[in-house]
């Protein structure tokens, strides 16, 4: 039944410190992500946006509460099927570019593929196609370092998706570039989610780049105060013991649709002039899956 | 990740900051080169005497000397008071070698002959016919089945009437015979001087009477040529009664004593000898001291160099720590990435590996070039009359087992520092700044 729920979580509480200075990060999560979906994380800044996004992608363990992967507990891992999934079903852009900054662009992209124990010619071959797919082969001799703000992040997201990830963590993945180089980087995740229906989980503050999801969770204080699918996830539940898969999605597609339209208009009260246009791609985008 | 790249990653990290690298390596090149070299020079005296000992052979001769004078010998380094006490009956008070101790010595089960011999000194030789004169430092010919080492003619006959006499090859050439074969059967005249006349003579030459002795052997440079030329026992006789014409009797005794036994038997020969006062020493126990000479000396030598190991094995914490330390991000992102902590664990512990295999290599190869200098050195300077003997020899064995164990000491050292990578969180890793 549950068989297009990617991940789950179970009254999720993540604390750090002890005693005093203990803090909760996290206080109460529940929320399913599907296949397929590209859902947005928004807040505020200390809101628990990262610390929700390591615990999904099973980086850290959460203090109280669950996160199942499908119908597994993920608890119940061993680190070796931990790191398994970390290297081959995940692919992770970090808040702050995580590279090697000393190391050949090449190299950094190709770090996935080597912990993965790929043989010499064919990580290689698989990176330039990562970087190609990212439009920096070119670079692939240069040094980590020296490229720029865009073209770093660029690289993380070639190794991110070198492995061929069936979901990708990206946290802040424009946060530090100029809405141009954003653009692109926007671009290419959210044509890996189309093209390749590779999930997309992204933290983001920039509710322009959220309103670009098919889903928004809103979280603040460790609490998720908006899921605006949350509703379309009890209809497809529903829709699902009726019928089959092939329905659901439409539905859920539709959902989505609404829910973007939805967004929008919000937007639009707040009287931004832009977000028409750029929405207006969104929207056919989002129609054009619908009718596959 | 296949271990080539493991190696091959450890290198390159290792090349990240060569400076600090390069100073841990040399500490380490520092402790090998000390233990190699010393290794080395170790494995050239043994081969040297083992060398030795299959030239000469000299299973059952044994060397005897009476238990009073081969103390005096221990004695002169015995700087301290010692109280005296009266010698009891047995006890042997001066350093001869009596006719009743022989006669015993000869009884002993498995001593199948024993020669006493006195002193004898010869003032030179020259060859026969020629004017060329070379002091002559002569001792006996053994009995026995000792292997003179020769490098032409025959070993002297112990029991030939006739006088003959083997010369070293080094007097031998600077007699005029560049080729050993050339003065075998060729006679030499040898000058012995007469003590007593001597005292009196107005001249020296006046106190010399010269013998005639046939060259039968030439003896080849190694060890048993340090003792001279070497006379059969008819000619050392002859001079010995020159040497003492006119002189008291009993200042005529035998000192020294050679023995052919049975090599089975030379422990329980020995332990009998002891009993009658007699210090009986075999080839082996005599090459023995010089082994045991150059041991304790390499000993010492190794000790320093594992110190400085040591010494070297904190160097690789130190540095490893620090690496780790500033890593902390990149080991996050591995971990992150799907790295294991074993892996991480091999990474920092094959960095250490390398650490130490580089410093062996180096030290390898610094003392291998500075063997070869002092083997060259000393080929022509102290070394000259012993062309067989190598100071320095460096087994393959040898290196490898010593860089395989100064990898091993390096591994040990980069436990904790790799532990410690391995066990950060790649959460915080991600968060350090
Ligand atoms: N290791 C830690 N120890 C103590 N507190 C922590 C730790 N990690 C996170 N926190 C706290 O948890 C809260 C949530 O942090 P988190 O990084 O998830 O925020 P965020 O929503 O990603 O913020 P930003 O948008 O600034 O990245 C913050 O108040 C932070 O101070
Ligand atoms: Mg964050």
């Not at chain 2, 512990?349 to 290599?361: D, K, R």
């Amino acid at each position: 039944m549950s068989n297009d729920i990617l991940l789950s979580t179970h009254g999720l509480h993540k604390s750090y410190g002890k005693r005093d200075s203990k803090f909760e990060a996290l206080r109460g999560i529940n929320l399913e992500i599907r296949r397929g979906e590209s859902v947005a994380i928004v807040g505020k800044s200390g809101s628990g946006k990262s610390t929700l996004m390591h615990l999904l992608a099973l980086l850290d363990r959460p203090t109280k509460g669950e996160i199942r992967l499908g119908d597994k507990q993920t608890s119940k891992l061993k680190q070796r099927q931990l790191n398994h999934l970390r290297n081959k079903e995940f692919g992770f852009v970090f808040q702050s570019f995580f590279m090697n900054a000393n190391d050949s662009v090449l190299n950094n992209v190709i770090l996935p593929l080597k912990i993965a124990g790929v043989g010499r010619r064919e990580r290689k071959q698989r990176a330039i196609h990562a970087l190609k797919i990212v439009g920096l082969e070119t670079k692939a001799k240069n040094k980590a370092n020296d490229l720029s703000g865009g073209q770093k992040q660029r690289v993380c997201i070639a190794r991110a998706i070198v492995n061929q990830p069936k979901v990708i963590f990206a946290d802040e993945p424009t946060g530090n570039l100029d809405s141009g180089t954003g653009e692109k980087i926007e671009e290419l995740l959210f044509n890996l989610n189309k093209e390749q229906g590779i999930t997309l989980i992204i933290v983001t503050h920039d509710q322009e780049l959220a309103n670009k999801c098919s889903r928004q969770i809103h979280i603040s204080d460790g609490h998720i105060v908006s899921d605006d699918t949350i509703t379309a996830d009890i209809e497809s539940a529903d829709a699902e013991t009726e019928e089959e898969v092939g329905p659901t999605e439409e539905e859920v597609a539709e959902e989505i649709r609404e829910s973007i339209i939805e967004e929008r208009d919000e937007i639009d009260t707040n009287g931004d002039g832009f977000i028409d246009e750029e929405d207006q791609p969104h929207v056919t985008r989002i129609k054009s899956k619908g009718s596959k | 990740m296949k271990v080539l790249d493991i190696i091959r990653d450890a290198n390159a990290n290792l090349l990240r900051n060569k400076m600090r690298s390069f100073l841990t390596i040399l500490a380490i090149f520092i402790g090998s080169f000390v233990i190699i070299l010393s290794t080395g020079i170790s494995a050239g005296v043994n081969d040297f005497v083992d060398k030795q000992m299959s030239a000469v052979g000299g299973e059952g001769y044994v060397e005897i000397m009476n238990t009073a004078a081969s103390e005096q010998v221990t004695q002169m380094f015995n700087q301290d008071a010692q109280e005296y006490t009266e010698p009891g009956e047995n006890e042997n008070t001066d350093i001869y070698i009596s006719d009743k101790q022989i006669e015993d010595a000869r009884k002993i089960d498995g001593v199948k002959s024993i020669d006493a011999f006195k002193n004898a000194s010869a003032e030179y030789i020259k060859m026969k016919g020629e004017n060329k004169r070379f002091k002559l430092n002569l001792n006996l010919v053994p009995r026995g089945n000792l292997n003179m080492d020769l490098s032409a003619g025959r070993k002297a006959d112990p029991d030939a009437e006739d006088y003959e006499i083997i010369v070293q090859q080094n007097l031998a050439e600077s007699l005029g015979y560049d080729n050993p074969e050339d003065i075998v059967g060729k006679t030499a005249e040898i000058a012995v001087p007469s003590t007593v006349a001597c005292f009196t003579a107005a001249k020296r030459s006046d106190c010399l009477t010269t013998i005639e002795a046939k060259i039968v052997g030439v003896q080849a440079p190694g060890i048993l040529a340090m003792a001279g030329s070497r006379a059969n026992l008819a000619l050392w006789n002859k001079i010995n009664e020159i040497n003492n014409e006119n002189m008291p009797e009993e200042n005529n005794r035998a000192i020294q004593a050679t023995a052919d036994v049975d090599p089975a038997k030379a422990e329980d020969i020995k332990k009998a000898m002891a009993d009658l006062g007699l210090t009986a020493m075999t080839i082996e126990d005599e090459v023995g001291q010089i082994k045991t000479f150059f041991d304790a000396m390499l000993a010492v030598l190794s000790i320093f160099g594992g110190i400085a190991l040591l010494a070297a094995a904190i160097g690789i914490i130190n540095t490893l720590l620090m690496s780790v330390q500033e890593r902390t991000r990149e080991i996050g992102l591995d971990k992150a990435l799907g790295m294991s902590n074993g892996r991480v664990f091999l990474n920092f512990a094959l960095e250490a590996i390398m650490l130490g295999f580089w410093g062996s290599v180096f030290g390898i190869a610094i003392s291998v070039l500075i063997g070869q200098a002092i083997n060259s050195v000393t080929h022509d300077s102290i070394l000259k009359d012993l062309p067989s003997f190598q100071l320095t020899i460096f087994r393959p064995e040898d290196l490898l087992g010593v860089t395989v164990l100064i990898m091993l000491i390096a591994l040990i050292a980069g436990v904790l520092p790799a532990r410690k990578a391995s066990k950060k969180d790649p959460i915080d890793a991600l968060r350090y700044e």
